[in-house]
């Protein structure tokens, strides 16, 4: 098949054309804020262009367009999203105001210390906009009192009237019996049919009120902006010539029907990131690697993720925005730290600082020359000459980075230019270090038994920075590093999957339940996938009983016997040991299911990369480039002439179209096979 994977970032918007003789082609174009289509049709045009193609001619001969997204991400953090009101049952309208009393309402730990910034996080919903409806199911999905339809009517007139434009509808145990929920979106429907309505029990059926609530609300705030450009963008694209298949990244793992995406838009939140994830897992699969580390350094942020034993570490209640969403997603810690990411001097500690403010696509950093005056990571990196060009199309002026840092931070700091430029990239990298550090060592988890995968735009000029010192097996760059998640989205699975909290149920009893629940999960996810050649994964959540916390484990195919009883035990208590430590899982205490879930995948196959033959390239020029406050003139590589086996040693750079390596002093880089490169962090 020939492959399309697109990636909008905050500054870049990236674009993957894999062909099927496994050739790679890949395009970049500045991000659009307003009309993100634009700056996709831009991308994939400037791939068209190289290979000498009009956009008509590339696009009518591929079979799969993936997608990653932040346009319902960037909704939620500017809150641009629509205007949301919420029907919830009679006498809990104040569930999203009252929030959690424990975990201290999600608060980054610098804000645990200071008990001023305490507060709660702010929904993107108006207290007004609440609206509670006489009804009442409990625990065991009985309905204890009907639902009033005239007063839901009249919540639902009221609630349009007053100008909302999405309608979230979150009811209790609506996870167990979800008829009143959906009995109110036909009731919506009569009375606005336009309206876009979110239930709790389509988008997050799971026990757990506050949680379902957050999520529903946000669903029902993206929804609407995210299907919009959804449709917008699938309509250009059939207007060029594309027939195939349209799928978006989930956050939570693969790649989803564009339709089914368009229904559960909060799953597209962090779809981008996700897509590194998912090209580090396929990477690690290629070279044999089970633990990495994924790093992307992009315009606006730096985000980490793992990949342990294979599969990407996912959490069950991530948080975006400090709001807790019931769904789960691949796990990506972010910092706003990037390329674009502004340094700037804070009076009040007399120090440097750099980020989390961005200077985004536009205006950008000044060296970019369009209109930006503040100076930023990349800006200091332009002034130490360890990025001379970006792309095709864009001229990097090194005299207008100069001024923005010598106006902003040198001067301030009493401190020359250059000086100024390599504290700014010090401090980003620390802050990048850090962070890779509470990703792994404070999770329990030791940095030597990972490999490190530097990728985004800016990866390849920092790694050989905030790796070091981590104590990682191993640190590889790979060959598509600045459109990594663009190609995560085309080597992503399609998946579509369900998942249902239960009544807590004992595992010895539960063979009946679960047997039902997943025969009744199962048809729903394949039939989103159209049926076909599918593999279907079922799976189980099991805690000690009682405990908050659960591990899920997956089911085989078949009726949920006692067999299957007993060896779901056994493996429960190995993997609780995994987890707690050894002797931890006392064989006595009753384990009991609390949840359900099933995926359907459909595998995309990739073509692995063609190996690059064994030559020894010389370097193309040399340029003067600033190491440790001292400017000498050092070589500049093509990464594209390196072949497998190839070993230079630093200072040096490796430049390709879009980035730029920098090894630094003491350092070498090994060319692999397929074009990836691993940095050698100490000679």
């Known amino acids: 098949m020939q492959l399309i994977g697109i990636d909008t970032g905050g500054t870049f918007t990236d674009a993957v054309v894999l062909d099927h003789g496994g050739r790679t082609t890949v395009g970049k174009a500045l991000s659009t804020p307003g009309r993100v289509d634009d700056g996709v049709l831009a991308a994939v045009g400037t791939v068209a262009d190289s290979l000498g193609l009009t956009l008509r001619d590339l696009l009518s001969a591929t079979d799969v367009l993936a997608h990653g997204t932040t346009v319902g991400l960037n909704a939620l953090l500017t809150r641009s999203g629509a205007r949301v009101g919420l029907l919830t049952t009679a006498g809990f309208e104040s569930t999203p105001a009252i929030a959690k009393a424990t975990k201290l309402h999600h608060l980054p730990e610098e804000d645990l210390r200071a008990p001023s910034r305490w507060r709660k996080p702010d929904l993107p919903l108006r207290r007004g906009d609440v609206a509670g409806v006489p009804e009442r199911v409990d625990l065991t999905g009985e309905i204890i009192i009907p639902l009033d339809e005239e007063a839901a009517r009249a919540a639902i007139a009221r609630l349009v009237a007053a100008g909302v434009e999405s309608i979230a509808v979150c009811l209790l145990w609506a996870p167990v019996n979800p008829r009143h929920e959906h009995r109110i979106r036909e009731l919506v429907h009569e009375i606005a049919p336009d309206l876009h309505v979110t239930l709790s029990s389509d988008v997050a059926a799971r026990i757990g009120e506050y949680e379902r609530t957050c999520t529903t609300v946000v669903d029902a705030y993206t929804a609407p902006l995210v299907a919009s450009y959804l449709r917008r963008l699938e309509t250009r694209l059939r207007d060029h010539g594309f027939v195939g298949d349209f799928v978006v990244m989930r956050m939570g793992g693969g790649v989803q029907p564009a339709p089914v995406a368009r229904r559960q838009a ?26 990495l580390i994924a790093t992307d350094v992009g315009g606006t942020s730096f985000d980490v993720g793992l990949v342990i034993d294979g599969e990407p570490y996912s959490a069950r209640l991530p948080t975006i925005d400090r709001i807790p969403l019931a769904v789960p997603a691949v796990d990506i810690p972010s910092i706003g730290t990037g390329g674009g990411s502004i340094a700037w001097y804070d009076p009040a500690l007399g120090t440097l600082r750099v980020g989390p403010q961005s200077a985004a ?33 864009l001229t990097l002026d090194r005299d207008a980075a100069s001024r923005a840092i010598d106006e902003h931070v040198a001067r301030p700091l009493g401190v020359g230019v250059i000086e100024a430029a390599e504290g700014i990239v010090q401090v980003a990298c620390a802050q990048m270090r850090d962070l890779v550090r509470r990703t792994t060592i404070q999770r329990g988890h030791d940095p030597s038994d990972f490999v490190l995968v530097a990728y985004g735009g800016a990866g390849p000029q920092y790694v050989g920075r905030y790796a070091e010192d981590l104590g990682v097996s191993e640190v590889i760059i790979p060959a598509l590093a600045p459109e990594f998640s663009a190609y995560g989205a085309i080597s992503a699975d399609l998946r579509v999957a369900e998942e249902r909290d239960l009544r807590p149920v004992p595992l010895v009893e539960a063979g009946p339940p679960v047997g039902a629940a997943l025969a009744e999960l199962e048809p729903e996810v394949v039939a989103q996938l159209g049926g076909g050649h599918l593999t279907v994964r079922r799976s189980v959540g099991l805690r000690f009983y009682r405990q908050l916390q659960r591990i899920d484990l997956p089911v085989p195919a078949g009726p949920v016997d006692a067999d299957v009883i007993e060896d779901l035990l056994a493996r429960f208590h190995k993997a609780y040991e995994l987890v707690v430590g050894p002797g931890s899982a006392p064989p006595d205490t009753p384990v009991e299911v609390v949840a359900v879930g099933v995926a359907a995948v459909r595998p995309i196959v990739v073509p692995e990369p063609s190996p690059r033959p064994r030559r020894g390239a010389q370097p193309v020029r040399t340029t003067p480039t600033w190491f440790s406050g001292q400017a000498d003139d050092w070589p500049v590589y093509r990464w594209e002439a390196l072949g497998g086996g190839q070993r230079i040693t630093g200072p040096c750079l490796v430049e390709s179209d879009q980035t730029t390596v920098v090894v630094y002093p003491g350092q070498a880089l090994q060319a692999l096979p397929g074009g990836d490169l691993r940095p050698i962090l100490q000679e």
Do not use: E, I, W
């Open 361 to 393: 696509a536009r205006p950008g950093p000044a060296c970019y020359g369009l209109g930006g005056t503040r100076p930023t990571l990349t800006d200091a990196v332009v002034v130490l000459g360890y990025v001379t060009r970006l792309g095709a199309t």
């Open 266 to 291: 909060v799953q597209t939140l962090r779809s981008g990131p996700a897509g590194g994830v998912s090209a580090t897992r396929a990477l690690g699969a290629r070279l044999g690697h089970a633990n």
